[in-house]
């Protein structure tokens, strides 16, 4: 009897270190585990508007790496996928909110859309000098901001794909929770970093290359985190 009981004991403490793991060589391979279903989701990436379908399939799928699921969903109910993507990408544009009020308080709504277009419409875009001679120091509050945004909004994705409640996305105090864990940081890094490769690398080709990169690097991320958000939840 104590024997079993050891034994039981045993087995769930496997179960709990592997729910610790993520298993990143299954996340690289999971939007190609079938093909079918991965050629739907760059095609549909590739047309605006109906790109929302594919970004929520990504959140579809992150749903299932948090409960620990590798397989895919079905491309269905596009109604409810649509939704998903399109309060997804509400969620992500509010995180950034806050780096667009800092712009238009610190330069004013004239100057800064006259220097967003010279910006936009000079080869000098990603020139640093340039950048930093039209905005001024300011550059340097916008850069934390936006960094900010882009580590906090994919918790808030995670929070929202979980509990299904578009509110709880900006719960700040559980945000913050899970963007500040000890398990969060590490797959957020890697992913960013799969996400910037995929870009560079396909980027450049027309149409096919940006919806490759995006729905692939999306998957992967969102497959990553969602992940570590298992672990952070049955933490917190």
């Not at 996340?27 to 594919?54: C, E, M, T, W």
């Not at 985190?225 to 939840?233: E, F, P, T």
């Amino acid at each position: 009897m104590i024997a079993a009981q050891q034994n039981i004991a045993t087995q769930k403490d496997i179960a709990r270190g592997l729910n610790k793991m993520i298993d990143y060589v299954e996340a690289f391979k999971r939007p190609f585990s079938d093909f079918q279903k991965y050629v739907i989701g760059v095609l549909l990436y590739i047309i605006p508007i109906v790109s929302l379908l594919s970004l929520g399939y990504i959140i579809e799928s992150a749903k299932l790496s948090i409960h620990r699921k590798n397989e895919l969903p079905e491309w269905k109910d596009f109604g409810r996928l649509f939704i998903t993507g399109l309060l997804t990408f509400i969620i992500s544009f509010i995180y950034f909110i806050p780096l667009f009020i800092i712009l238009l308080v610190g330069l004013g709504a004239k100057s800064f859309f006259q220097n967003f277009a010279y910006l936009a419409t000079t080869q000098d875009m990603l020139d640093i000098k340039t950048v930093f001679s039209t905005l001024g120091p300011l550059v340097f509050l916008l850069v934390f901001l936006a960094i900010l945004a882009v580590y906090l909004f994919p918790a808030a994705i995670l929070i929202f794909a979980d509990t299904k409640k578009f509110g709880h996305a900006f719960n700040l105090g559980r945000v913050f929770e899970v963007a500040f864990s000890r398990e969060y940081p590490g797959p957020w890094i890697i992913g960013i970093f799969i996400m910037v490769v995929l870009g560079a690398i396909l980027g450049s080709i027309p149409y096919i290359g940006p919806a490759i990169s995006s729905f692939t690097g999306g998957m992967i991320f969102y497959t990553i985190l969602g992940q570590a958000y298992s672990v952070i939840r049955n933490k917190l």
